[in-house]
């Protein structure tokens, strides 16, 4: 197991964070999008996944078994380290400090929904600016749009799963609507791109 980068260590220049926004069909998209990704990724991953409120999710547990990377429930407080997926427990928000930290709020629901993906890419925006990607994928509603613009106004980097290959439309396609997003892209070429973003040049 590779050791971890603590956000302090990564260079201006380079990116350093994921941010990932989901709905219904979002554990395939999610399997799909960490099995393309290197288990040596130079960044954290942070993934907002709509979770039913009222039971313990084991989602971290299905994505631990598909990927290389370490997939965990985020924690109050804890450093999001890189090579590592930080998952939105039911019924918080997740949001990310300027020193990497994570915090879990119960503060109100956003559009209905606790955890946001708004409030996550609001968050990413505001602690790394032009060093933050952000991505959508599948999903109903359109939670993530007004956070894919923060990202953008801060100078991010924003990718959608092309509406038409999404298992649910919604989020992916409030996205692009924005016109905040850089890449729209079928599911299976995602990876690749954020690989090739967030490799640090030598």
């Known amino acids: 197991m590779p050791t971890p980068t603590p956000p302090s260590a990564v260079t201006p220049e380079n990116f350093a964070v994921v941010a990932v926004a989901a709905s219904a069909g979002g554990i395939h998209g999610l399997v799909t999008l960490l099995e393309g990704l290197d288990s040596e990724l130079p960044v954290p991953l942070l993934v907002?996944?709509?979770?039913?409120?009222?039971?313990r999710t084991v989602l971290a547990e299905i994505l631990n078994r598909r990927t290389g990377l370490a997939v965990k429930l985020a924690e109050q407080?804890?450093?999001a380290f890189a090579g590592t997926v930080?998952?939105?427990?039911?019924?918080?928000?997740?949001?990310?400090?300027?020193?990497?930290?994570?915090?879990?709020?119960?503060?109100?629901?956003?559009?209905f929904l606790r955890p946001?993906?708004?409030?996550?890419?609001?968050?990413v925006a505001g602690a790394y600016g032009p060093r933050a990607i952000a991505v959508v994928l599948t999903g109903t509603g359109n939670d993530g749009a007004m956070g894919v613009?923060?990202?953008k106004s801060r100078g991010g980097t924003v990718i959608a799963q092309d509406p038409r290959t999404a298992e649910f439309r919604g989020m992916p396609e409030a996205a692009v609507g924005t016109g905040a997003v850089d890449f729209v892209l079928p599911l299976e070429?995602?990876?690749?791109?954020i690989r090739g973003l967030v490799e640090i040049k030598k």
């Open 77 to 79: 407080d804890e450093t």
């Open 86 to 111: 930080y998952i939105a427990p039911p019924d918080r928000h997740l949001l990310v400090r300027p020193d990497g930290t994570l915090s879990l709020s119960r503060s109100e629901l956003v559009h």
């Open 116 to 123: 946001s993906a708004d409030l996550l890419f609001e968050s």
């Open 48 to 55: 907002v996944q709509h979770l039913d409120p009222r039971h």
């Open 189 to 193: 070429e995602i990876p690749a791109v």
């Open 149 to 151: 613009d923060a990202v």
